[in-house]
């Protein structure tokens, strides 16, 4: 589905629509393992394609600190994400919901500073 929608997108990249703008992406995934660096990987490249300003989830978010071992969760470099479930019924974690929130103040604190 997502595909549709990017591949969709030839008019955009012919009149560089998108070039210089930023893009993030924030993903979420059926387990822990189950694609979210692919995920991420895949629309970092749509992105490089349409030459955009990538950014993900930086290493200044405090949660990277508090994050552990003992219990599953999203967030890392490429951006804030979350685990589903393989049945979809995980609801994002605090952690996770605070990882989006950074990211895309993020972004919009790089997006202010482009267009200056």
């Not at 998108?18 to 990987?41: M, W, Y």
């Not at 003992?70 to 049945?87: K, L, M, N, Q």
């Amino acid at each position: 589905q997502m595909q549709t929608i990017l591949d969709q997108t030839g008019g955009q990249w012919a009149n560089g629509a998108l070039t210089g703008k930023v893009g993030s992406a924030i993903v979420s995934t059926g387990s822990q393992h189950f694609g979210n660096e692919t995920t991420f990987r895949a629309l970092h490249t749509f992105m490089f394609h349409h030459g955009m300003v990538i950014t993900g989830l930086p290493g200044t978010f405090p949660g990277f600190a508090t994050m552990g071992v003992d219990v599953a969760s999203g967030c890392g470099p490429y951006g804030a994400s979350t685990i589903t479930g393989s049945d979809g019924s995980r609801m994002p974690s605090e952690l996770e919901l605070a990882g989006a929130k950074f990211q895309g103040e993020h972004v919009a604190k790089l997006a202010a500073k482009l267009i200056k």
